[in-house]
């Protein structure tokens, strides 16, 4: 069974940095697409960061020039470095892959369980 793992989140305070890490396991074949999202209370969901097998990072506004998104191939691992964090930058973070494993010939969509980041105000 594939599973994502997410780590890396806590408190940190406003102008801190953080490195969240979301390692695939199980029988992958493939990974096309790595992406955070996040969700605050009381709002959606939304992407923050995503990175496609060959093609360029994504970033949302509000995040351009302070994270930056990196993946590890070798380790089916996907990294979101935070600088000058925010309190609106406070959320539970997610991480989701689009990827195939060794039994199936289609895209498989697999979140991970959310850590935490709180920026206090």
């Known amino acids: 069974q594939v599973q994502l793992v997410e780590s890396g989140g806590g408190l940190v305070q406003p102008g801190g940095s953080l490195r969240l890490s979301c390692a695939a396991s199980g029988n992958i074949r493939s990974i096309s697409v790595m992406g955070w999202y996040r969700q605050a209370p009381g709002k959606q969901r939304e992407l923050v960061a995503s990175?496609?097998?060959?093609?360029?990072?994504y970033y949302a506004d509000d995040v351009k020039g302070r994270f930056t998104i990196s993946r590890d191939n070798a380790k089916n691992t996907a990294y979101l470095q935070m600088n000058s964090l925010k309190p609106e930058d406070t959320a539970v973070y997610y991480c989701k892959a689009v990827l195939r494993t060794a039994f199936v010939t289609w895209d498989q969509t697999i979140w991970g369980q959310g850590t935490q980041v709180t920026v206090p105000s």
């Open positions: 990175s496609t097998s060959g093609g360029s990072p």
